[in-house]
């Protein structure tokens, strides 16, 4: 039986398939040609803690496999202006549609609308979906290291940056933190959520931070949900955070996130 993660692959290959016999890869790379940018630096972002010591990246998200709905009436849009506000420091939005309830469109909407840098967050497997990333406005992709080969990482990692944007490379266990070293990136991705079994354990990203050298950035994913779990990465040294369900669920966001971020922000 498949475990979620390779459902998910499975799927995804299916629409990317189906994407392509709608427009080839070549079109999407004729249009990039003549298409003119502007990047936010997403990296550049995220090398420095900013207010309170960190940096969040709020995530726009409607459900997850192992959560189900979360908030599938989210306007995403809205949230992330209530992010922006808030004081994060970049906006990741995740864009699969069958599992997530997102969109390609959310993330057109929400680039337009605020004017932090954002993360398209997704299962990329393949470089088409590196060039529809691109045309849909987003600044950084996630690459996870789980569900690609070594020589794929490479490639998409390569093509992330001919193009201009970051890449935000997901690792959950140090064999795979030696893989996304290999690969030269220079901002990492712990994932807490093992993404075979979906159990999050918040001691994973603390246990790994010692094996970065001093020119890769750590961001730690999934299962936090208050000040003192962020402090508790800070000791190690991470001062990113990618923050999500626990952000969509809160009354209010703005404020949630200021409490995350630390008393030092200004109410």
């Known amino acids: 039986m498949m475990t979620i993660l390779e459902r998910i692959v499975a799927d995804k290959k299916q629409e990317i398939a189906a994407a392509k016999a709608k427009i080839s890869a070549s079109d999407l790379r004729t249009r990039i040609g003549d298409m003119a940018r502007d990047l936010r630096g997403f990296q550049q972002r995220l090398a420095a803690p900013g207010p309170g010591g ?64 954002v993360l398209r967050k997704e299962f990329i497997i ?74 999050t354990d918040l001691d994973t990203a603390v246990g790994m931070a010692a094996l970065f050298q001093p020119d890769e950035i750590p961001v730690t994913a999934s299962g936090i949900h208050s000040r003192a779990d962020i402090e508790q990465n800070l000791a190690s040294g991470i001062f990113n955070f990618l923050v999500g369900e626990s952000l969509v669920r809160a009354k209010d966001r703005k404020a949630f996130l200021r409490t995350l971020i630390g008393s030092q922000v200004k109410q």
């Open 54 to 117: 960190v940096n969040i990246i709020a995530e726009v998200k409607r459900a997850s496999p192992s959560k189900g709905d979360i908030c599938k009436d989210l306007d995403a849009v809205q949230c992330a202006r209530q992010y922006a506000a808030g004081g994060a420091a970049a906006v990741s939005v995740l864009t699969d549609t069958p599992y997530f309830k997102g969109s390609l469109n959310d993330l057109r909407k929400v680039r337009a609308a605020v004017t932090l840098p």
């Open 126 to 199: 393949d470089p088409y979906q590196v060039y529809e990333t691109f045309i849909a406005g987003a600044d950084a992709l996630l690459l996870i290291v789980r569900i690609l080969s070594a020589s794929q990482l490479n490639e998409l990692a390569s093509l992330t940056a001919e193009l201009g944007m970051d890449a935000l490379v997901e690792i959950h266990t140090p064999a795979e933190y030696e893989i996304a070293h290999a690969a030269g990136a220079g901002l990492i991705g712990i994932n807490n959520r093992n993404l075979a079994t979906f159990d």
